[in-house]
Structures are given as C-alpha cells and as structure tokens.
T-cell receptor, first 112, second 110 residues
Framework: EDQVTQSPEALRLQEGESSSLNCSYT??????LFWYRQDPGKGPEFLFT???AGEEKEKERLKATLTKKESFLHITAPKPEDSATYLC?????????????FGSGTQLTVLP | NAGVTQTPKFQVLKTGQSMTLQCAQD?????MYWYRQDPGMGLRLIYY???????DKGEVPNGYNVSRLNKREFSLRLESAAPSQTSVYFC?????????FGDGTRLSIL
C-alpha cells in the first residue's frame, strides 16, 4: 500500500529562521512527487513536481529536493506570508488520470 | 482566470438528505477528481474521471456517486447524507501535469 508521511505535523519559526519539512514515502514505483501549499479556507496550490532522485526545484524562498525514499522542502529566511500548510503527494498509476496519495501536511507558522 | 470553480461553498444538511456538489473547470483538462479532506487524514480520493464519459472509484467511494456531465463539469452526489460525510470536499483537474484545485465545499451533516 502506498504511504506518505509528513513531518513535523506543525512547525513554528521566527522570521528569517531557515528550516526543512520532510515527506517520506513508500510506493511501488514513484512516477512523481508533488508539493502543494494550502492556505486556510482555500484549495491546495501547486508548487513543485519532482520525478527522479537527485532532482531539485526552486521558487523564491522554497527549494524542493528528492531522494529515493523522501523529499524535503527547504525554506530559506521565511517570512510571515510563508505561513500555510504544506502538502506533499505521490503519483500512483500510469494511466491517463494521475491518482495522487497525499500526506497529512505540515502546518508552518512564521512569526514576525 | 477562474480555474476550478466549486458550488456551493458551504452547505448544512440533515441526515438522510441528498445533494449534489458541482465542479467546473475552464482549463480544457481531460481529467477531473473529487477529494475529501478531514483533519489529520489528508486529502483522500473519492472518484475520478480520466476523460469525458469515464469515471472510476478512488480510495473512499462508498456513499457517493459522480457524473461527468461534459469535459468541463464533474459533479458529486450524496444520495443519503450521513454524519460521517461531514468534510471539506475538493474538486481538481489535470492534463499531463499537476492537479489544480478549487477552493472547496464545506459540508456539515447534522
């Protein structure tokens, strides 16, 4: 059974205090790993897709990396507006519809 | 630039009532999905539609039905609502890349 585990469940940082969020996965043949950001009362917003171990993607203060067993979302010098829940998901199935299995998320709070 | 639009945004039902959640996308995507999100459990796939005219069960389909009305619209129906179906429901669509989500329907079953 495909499993996705995110840690920590919650993280509080001071503005400017860099840290990393973890997403570990157990799947039979990874086809893609996705990172999303979710603000309260909103739907998930797509951030990154990673397809193979060693791949990295960056966007502003965020950098996502991928190994064979886990992915990290590194947040450099965060600002209060980076506060959100960050979700990771793995793609299962190879058909035309890409089924995703989601982790339960990391709730990030950045204090000014 | 609407993306994925879900209606209604909020709904309260009594046990046993029925209702349909609506979803429409304007990105010309072939695939559409319905998820539910519960505290501590992440998003779970209810049903999906790989293309117009096809639907398949996801992880938690019991108590739900879906209709892919056309390429743009994918509806989710609760025939006889139960308190266990209290949740936030998200619709998403995709082509070859990532899934794009609407802002959800918050549903309470009393």
């Amino acid at each position: 059974e495909d499993q996705v585990t995110q840690s920590p469940e919650a993280l509080r940082l001071q503005e400017g205090e860099s840290s990393s969020l973890n997403c570990s996965y157990t799947v039979s043949g990874l086809r893609g790993l996705f990172w999303y950001r979710q603000d309260p009362g909103k739907g998930p917003e797509f951030l990154f897709t990673l397809y193979s171990a060693g791949e990295e993607k960056e966007k502003e203060r965020l950098k996502a990396t991928l190994t064979k067993k886990e992915s990290f979302l590194h947040i450099t010098a965060p600002k209060p507006e980076d506060s959100a829940t960050y979700l990771c998901a793995v793609q299962v199935g190879s058909g035309s519809a890409r089924q995703l299995t989601f982790g339960s998320g990391t709730q990030l709070t950045v204090l000014p | 630039n609407a993306g994925v639009t879900q209606t209604p945004k909020f709904q309260v039902l009594k046990t046993g009532q029925s209702m349909t959640l609506q979803c429409a996308q304007d990105m010309n995507h072939n695939s559409m999905y319905w998820y539910r999100q519960d505290p501590g459990m992440g998003l779970r796939l209810i049903y999906y539609s790989a293309s117009e005219g096809t639907t398949d069960k996801g992880e938690v389909p019991n108590g739900y039905n879906v209709s892919r009305l056309n390429k743009r619209e994918f509806s989710l129906r609760l025939e006889s609502a139960a308190p266990s179906q209290t949740s936030v429901y998200f619709c998403a669509s995709s082509e070859k890349g990532a899934q794009h989500f609407g802002d959800g329907t918050r549903l309470s079953i009393l």
